[in-house]
């Protein structure tokens, strides 16, 4: 009789042990859900974010030609090239007559007309003629008693007491036969004391003929060069005001 409930009660402990044993093997049991379960939260929440547009989830990307690390350079607008400053840095001095003045030019390669300025400046006025070649042509500046048109002889019609001749030579003229210079044939400007216009008289066989009409007869000038750009600058004293 011992023995028999002796061996109930190891039959007993056995089976509790046995059912423990099960418990401790199965490791799913009341744990969190699994990596993979995890990662597809996470992904998930990644593409609620990305399609919420949350900064930080989608790849930047990089500006094209600039070094990585370096600010991106500031780009500033692109502006047309403005007209040279005429300043006659290099000016000669006037001279105390009115006669003829001329000048050696730097070479053959002086391109087309381009432009032709008047201007006001303190004690004189000045007329430019810019050109659109690296050389300077010659100049023969001086003052003559009709503005006879060259090569036909006419007169032309310039406004002033006294008239000034401007040649240059040699000036290009394109081979197309458009020329360049698209202003008009008489250029003058406001506040002017003795220049009152210039006036484009011709551009032949390779010479260009320019008039400048001056108010109270023949007033003492100076013509020079001027490069980048091709100028030829011819000014006017203006002995009253100066």
Do not use: H
């Amino acid at each position: 009789m011992v023995r028999a409930r002796r061996a109930a009660v190891l039959v007993a402990v056995l089976g509790i042990g046995l059912g423990t044993a099960s418990c401790t093997l199965d490791p799913t049991a009341g744990l969190t859900p699994s990596s993979s379960t995890a990662e597809g939260s996470t992904a998930a929440t990644t593409s609620a974010s990305s399609a919420t547009g949350t900064p930080g989830t989608t790849p930047s990307t990089p500006t094209t030609g600039t070094t990585s690390g370096s600010p991106t350079p500031s780009l500033s607008p692109s502006t047309s090239p403005s007209t040279p400053v005429d300043d006659g840095g290099d000016a000669p001095p006037f001279r105390a007559d009115t006669a003829d003045d001329t000048g050696n030019g730097t070479g053959s390669d002086v391109g087309s007309l381009v432009d032709i300025r008047v201007s006001a400046q303190d004690g004189f006025d000045r007329v430019v003629i810019q050109l659109d070649g690296p050389d300077i042509p010659a100049w023969d500046v001086g003052y003559v008693d009709r503005a006879l048109g060259d090569p036909s002889g006419i007169v032309v019609d310039v406004e002033g007491d006294a008239v000034l001749q401007v040649l240059l030579q040699p000036v290009a003229y394109p081979e197309s036969g458009e020329n360049p210079y698209d202003g008009p044939q008489k250029v003058s400007a406001a506040g002017t004391a003795v220049v009152t216009e210039a006036v484009l008289s011709s551009i032949f066989e390779g010479e260009l003929q320019l008039f400048i009409g001056v108010d109270g007869g023949r007033e003492p000038f100076r013509a020079y060069g001027m490069s980048d750009p091709s100028r030829i600058v011819i000014e006017v004293r203006d002995r009253l005001g100066s």
